[in-house]
């Protein structure tokens, strides 16, 4: 029994010294793992101490370079007289101007004639763009001259559709306008309805005298007999409608019957 005691007693022993042993080996792995974690931590910092002074140089040498850029653009700025609110300003006119440009280039003939008012100022708005000192920026000098080509093609069109329009307004109003002649006398001007039909400024044709009679019959009532003095309405020229036709086939038919009669002009 005693034995048994002993037994037992050095077991228990010998079990918690190896409990023992296993307890101070586990905290010596947890100190090394401690110090590796703590070496990997001061290194992370270290490399993050690194990357925020890198950080904050770049951050140091961006400013310096905005710095210069301002420096350098108000210096440009000031060279053409103006300031980023005025560069704004004209940022804007020449969007609008590019809007108006290519609107109205999209028009037809027809449509430009009866706009021209708004190409005409479109010119004159181009010529204001282009002599502003603003125009020498980088950012609209090819951009506003290259306007050009498409604004002059635009203000040639329409001053041509002006131009021709004109002439056939002029051309429709001589047509219609009546003008007049005042008869002289036969001694003097050899006045009669041949020889005033032949003048270079009525018709020069003295076969279009029945257009002056027809026109007059209110006052002529014989093709032979004008009177000195008579103001006579004088037609556009034209050819002999049917009724001046009719007048002078009229008035010839009854000379030919005269002259049958024996009687005479």
């Known amino acids: 029994m005693k034995k048994l005691l002993i037994i037992l007693l050095t077991l228990v022993f010998v079990i918690t010294g190896f409990a023992q042993e296993k307890v101070k080996m586990k905290y010596e792995d947890w100190q090394k793992e401690m110090a590796s974690w703590t070496a990997k931590r001061d290194e992370l910092r270290a490399k993050l101490d690194a990357l925020n002074n890198e950080v904050n140089n770049l951050k140091r040498q961006l400013a310096e370079k905005d710095a210069q850029i301002k420096q350098t653009q108000d210096a440009i700025y ?3 007289g103006t300031t980023p609110e005025g560069v704004n300003e004209y940022r804007q006119k020449v969007a609008d101007f590019e809007r108006r440009l290519n609107e109205l ?6 449509q430009l004639y009866e706009r021209r008012a708004e190409v005409e100022k479109l010119y004159n708005d181009y010529q204001a763009l282009k002599s502003d000192k603003r125009v020498a920026l980088s950012e609209f000098y090819d951009k506003v001259l290259g306007f050009e080509s498409q604004v002059n093609n635009l203000i040639t069109t329409v001053r041509a559709l002006v131009k021709t329009k004109e002439g056939q307004v002029v051309l429709a109003e001589a047509l219609v306008k009546e003008t007049t002649y005042t008869v002289g006398t036969w001694k003097k001007d050899r006045d009669c309805l041949w020889n005033i039909a032949k003048k270079p400024t009525i018709y020069d044709n003295p076969f279009l005298w029945p257009k002056i009679y027809v026109a007059n019959r209110d006052k002529i009532k014989d093709p032979d007999l004008i009177y000195p003095g008579w103001v006579l309405k004088i037609p556009p020229k034209a050819e002999l409608t049917k009724e001046e036709k009719r007048a002078a086939n009229a008035y010839y038919r009854k ?9 005479g002009m």
Do not use: D, I, P, Y
């Open 78 to 80: 000031a060279l053409v």
């Open 105 to 110: 280039s999209r028009l037809s003939n027809e």
């Open 255 to 263: 000379k030919a019957e005269k002259q049958q009669a024996g009687g």
